[in-house]
Structure formats: structure tokens, C-alpha cells
């Protein structure tokens, strides 16, 4: 389980007031279930990308996008399940020492949900519910990622934004806790013994 440890870094400076600084997350998650007797398996992925662009002197855009699937194949019949969307937030943000707080509101939503059984044609289903306002609260730390084939090609520790929810929020598929790289993309690889994390290897 990685270690992470609170550290003051400086606000960002901007040059020009066009200039903008964005931090980026992806999420990987898999899972896979065997059920006893050959009764069959569940498989269930989810893969997500957020980034939160911050431009002088307050403004904030946050774009995330992703896809979620269960397959689960029993004895008699199998079923899909898949969810594919794409929110936009805008807002502001504010930096206090080492802690950033945002406050969103969900501009654009884009999303597609539909559900098969055996060899049935899909249903379309309604989307997860998104809260129109979020408010996260930020805080300044470090992770250290793995390399691709394990802890033995790890790196240098990466500087992160730690963001938790202010308040109760309706997210549908996205998770409630985000790990931003702060320089770079940070990959979140999350499975049922907890959290790992990687260099994002493209954008």
C-alpha cells in the first residue's frame, strides 16, 4: 500500500493570464469473480480520465470522461452491462497554503447507458445521477508510483493533488476521491487490496 505524506509546495505563478496549469488523473479498475461449482464469472472494468485545467486568476474547467462494463456469464444465460460519459465542470478555485478548494458546476453531461441479456438486443437504461454543484477540498502530497511491470521499476516519488468532497455529492461512475498528478498524469490502478499508482504512459 503506497505511502502518502503532506508537503507545502508554492501556488502556481502565471506569466500571462492566458497561461493555465492543469493537473491530470487516470483510473483503472478491474475485477473479476469466479463463482463456485462453475457457476460462471462476473467481470467488471472501469476506466476513467479527469483533468482540471486552472487558469489565472480563479477559473477552473474539469473534463472527465469514461467507460464502465460488467459481463457476467452463468450456466443458463449471460448479461453486458456498459456505461459510457463525458462531464464538463466549470467553476473557481482557491489555494490556501497548501490546500486548493474548487467549486463546480456541472456545465455538459453526455452519457449512454444500455444493458443486454444473452443474445437479446440491448436495452438503453437511464445514466447515474451527477450532482450539479461539487465542492472538493485539495491537499498537497506524494505518491510513488510503480513501473509497468511492478515495485522493482518504480520511480522518484510524484507530486499530487489529494481532492476529497466537501459535502455529500452525486458522482455516478466517478470516483469520490481523486489523486491529481501535479506536474504529470498519475495513473490510480485500483483493485479490492486497495490503491496503486503509475506514470500515465500517454495523455
Known amino acids: 500500500m503506497p505511502i502518502i505524506l503532506a508537503f507545502y509546495l508554492p501556488a502556481p505563478v502565471w506569466a500571462d493570464p492566458s497561461d493555465s496549469v492543469t493537473h491530470a488523473m487516470q483510473w483503472e479498475e478491474g475485477q473479476t469473480i469466479h463463482i463456485a461449482n462453475q457457476g460462471g464469472a462476473i467481470n467488471r472494468h472501469r476506466n476513467i480520465k479527469l483533468s482540471v485545467e486552472l487558469s489565472s486568476p480563479d477559473k477552473v474547467l474539469v473534463t472527465e470522461s469514461g467507460a464502465r462494463s460488467e459481463h457476467n456469464l452463468y450456466r443458463d444465460y449471460s448479461s453486458d452491462d456498459s456505461t459510457k460519459w463525458l462531464n464538463v465542470w466549470q467553476g473557481t478555485w482557491s489555494l490556501a497554503g497548501d490546500v486548493m478548494r474548487l467549486s463546480l458546476t456541472l456545465k455538459d453531461r453526455k452519457c449512454m447507458h444500455?444493458?443486454?441479456?444473452?443474445?437479446?438486443?440491448?436495452?438503453?437504461?437511464?445514466?447515474?445521477?451527477?450532482?450539479?454543484?461539487?465542492?472538493?477540498?485539495?491537499?498537497?502530497?506524494?505518491?510513488?508510483?510503480?513501473?509497468?511491470?511492478?515495485?522493482?521499476?518504480?520511480?522518484?516519488?510524484?507530486?499530487?493533488?489529494?481532492?476529497?468532497?466537501?459535502?455529500?455529492?452525486?458522482?455516478a461512475d466517478l470516483p469520490s476521491h481523486w489523486v491529481l498528478g501535479k506536474a504529470s498524469c498519475i495513473k490510480v490502478l485500483a483493485g479490492h487490496r486497495g490503491f496503486t499508482y503509475q506514470r500515465c504512459s500517454g495523455p
Not at 438486443?121 to 450532482?131: I, K
Not at 491537499?139 to 466537501?166: D, F, K, M, N
Open 114 to 171: 444500455q444493458k443486454k441479456w444473452s443474445d437479446a438486443a440491448p436495452e438503453a437504461l437511464q445514466c447515474g445521477t451527477v450532482s450539479k454543484h461539487l465542492g472538493l477540498s485539495c491537499t498537497l502530497s506524494q505518491v510513488t508510483p510503480e513501473g509497468a511491470s511492478g515495485p522493482t521499476s518504480a520511480g522518484a516519488t510524484i507530486a499530487v493533488w489529494s481532492c476529497s468532497l466537501s459535502a455529500t455529492a452525486e458522482l
